[in-house]
C-alpha cells in the first residue's frame, strides 16, 4: 500500500491486487480526511482490504460464502427488479441465510442440511415453502453467475405439501365459475360491504389489487379508468405498474359504472362520519390505503366457507378474463384490458381457459347443420 498527498489536504491510498479471472493487475483506493498517518493507514488498510476482496469476488469463486453471495445476489437484485420486489426477497432471504448460517460455504451445503435448518424457523408448510423458493431463486441465479458448481442442490430441494387455507392455487383453479361467483358475492354483500365493493370492482375491471388500491378518484373519467401506477403490497408506497404495458385505459362498461358509484357513495359516507379525506378511491377509516392483508385473509376464509375451496384476491383477475372470452371477446383485447405485453402471454396464462372456450366451439361446429 502507498499513499499520496491531495490537493484539498486529504489522502489517497492505494494498493494493487491482481485479478483471478484475468490475471491482469488492477489497483483500488480510498481518500481520508487528514495528512498521512498510522491511524489512517490502518483505516485504508481496512477498507482497501475489503474493496479487494469484493472486486475479486467478481469472478468465480468456490469458496464463497452464504453471506457474501446474498451481498452480491441483493446488489443484483436493486439494480434488476422494482425495489418492493427486492425487499421481499431480502426478507426472505435474510431468515435462510441466518438459519443455514452467514459463513456457510455455498458450494458445501446439501439439501439435507438446508431443509433440517428452515423447518427449525419455518414449521409451516406454506412458510417453508415461501423461504425455499426465494432461497432456490438465489441458488439459480449463483449457478447462473458461476458462484454455484452444479444445480444437484437446486433440484432436491421440493417444497413441502401445503394442504392449508394458505396453500398456493393450482393454474386451473385461479378463476371462479359464474355460479361460484354469484355466491359468494351474495355472501359478502351481507358479511362485508366493503369487501364486497372490493371484489366486484376487481371481477369487473381485471385490475390487478395493487392497481386497484393506487387508484385516485381523478383517475377515473370519461369512461375510462387510466391506470398508471400500482400499490406494493410489501412497502406500502405507490410505484410504477408491474411493467409499462400495465400503463393502460380500462374501459368502464355499465355493471363497472354502477359499482364505482356504489363505492364512492359507500367512501363518502364513511368519511363523513370519521372527518377523515384520501383522495384514493379505497381508503380505510382512518387510512390512505385500504388493508390489504384484511382482505386476503377475508377472501381466502370466505372462499373456504362458500366454495369449499380456497382462492386468493388475484382469481378475480382470472375470472374477469374467463368470462369475457366465454362472452367471445377476442384474446388481443382482453390482452390490452389486462395490461399485457401481447396477447401470446394472456394465452399461456389462460391456457386452460383457452382450452374450454376451444371444446365449446368444437362442440357448437360439430352439431351444426351446414348442409
Known amino acids: 500500500m502507498w499513499s499520496e498527498p491531495t490537493k484539498n489536504g486529504k489522502t489517497r491510498y492505494k494498493e494493487r491486487y491482481t485479478d483471478p479471472l484475468t490475471g491482469e493487475v488492477k489497483r483500488v483506493g480510498v481518500t481520508l480526511s487528514g495528512p ?81 435448518k428452515l423447518l427449525a424457523v419455518a414449521s409451516k408448510p406454506v412458510t417453508y415453502n415461501e423461504h425455499l423458493k426465494r432461497f432456490k431463486a438465489m441458488l439459480r441465479w449463483a449457478y447462473d453467475n458461476d458462484f454455484l458448481r452444479d444445480l444437484t442442490i437446486y433440484e432436491k430441494l421440493k417444497p413441502l405439501k401445503d394442504d392449508s387455507a394458505n396453500a398456493p392455487i393450482n393454474p386451473e383453479e ?100 370519521t372527518g377523515f379525506r384520501s383522495p384514493y378511491l379505497f381508503h380505510g377509516v382512518k387510512t390512505e390505503h385500504i388493508s390489504y392483508g384484511a382482505y386476503n385473509k377475508y377472501f381466502r376464509e370466505t372462499t373456504k366457507k362458500i366454495l369449499g375451496e ?9 375470472t374477469h378474463a374467463s368470462i369475457l372470452f366465454g362472452e367471445g371477446v377476442s384474446l388481443d383485447t382482453i390482452s390490452r384490458r389486462l395490461g399485457h405485453e401481447n396477447s401470446k402471454i394472456t394465452q399461456s396464462i389462460y391456457l386452460h381457459i383457452v382450452e374450454k372456450v376451444r371444446e365449446r366451439d368444437n362442440e357448437a361446429i360439430r352439431t351444426a347443420v351446414i348442409l
Not at 354483500?189 to 392497481?211: D, H, N
Not at 384476491?313 to 382470472?318: G, K, V
Request: include cysteine; hydrophobic fraction near 35%.
Open 174 to 273: 385461479k378463476y371462479l365459475e359464474r355460479q361460484q361467483l354469484i355466491d359468494l358475492l351474495k355472501y359478502m354483500q351481507k358479511s362485508q360491504p366493503v369487501w364486497f365493493l372490493l371484489t366486484k370492482f376487481l371481477v369487473l375491471s381485471g385490475l390487478r389489487i395493487g392497481e386497484a388500491l393506487a387508484l385516485e378518484r381523478e383517475d377515473i373519467s370519461d369512461g375510462y379508468i387510466r391506470v398508471t401506477k400500482t400499490y406494493s403490497l410489501s412497502t406500502g408506497e405507490i410505484t410504477t405498474p408491474k411493467t409499462p404495458h400495465s400503463i393502460r385505459e380500462v374501459f368502464i362498461q355499465p355493471e363497472l359504472a354502477d359499482v364505482i358509484s356504489d363505492i364512492k357513495r359507500y367512501m363518502r359516507n364513511n368519511d363523513l362520519l
Open 36 to 116: 498521512d498517518s498510522r491511524t489512517n493507514r490502518r483505516l485504508a488498510e481496512e477498507e482497501l482490504k475489503k474493496r479487494i476482496e469484493r472486486a475479486t469476488l467478481s469472478s468465480p469463486i468456490v469458496d464463497i460464502t452464504l453471506a457474501d453471495l446474498m451481498d452480491k445476489y441483493m446488489d443484483d437484485q436493486a439494480r434488476t427488479v422494482k425495489r418492493s420486489t427486492c425487499v421481499r426477497n431480502r426478507s426472505s432471504i435474510s431468515v435462510c441465510v441466518k438459519a443455514l448460517g452467514p459463513q456457510a460455504r455455498v458450494n458445501t451445503l446439501t439439501a439435507g442440511y438446508v431443509r433440517e
Open 310 to 318: 380456497v382462492r386468493t384476491p388475484h382469481c378475480l383477475r382470472h
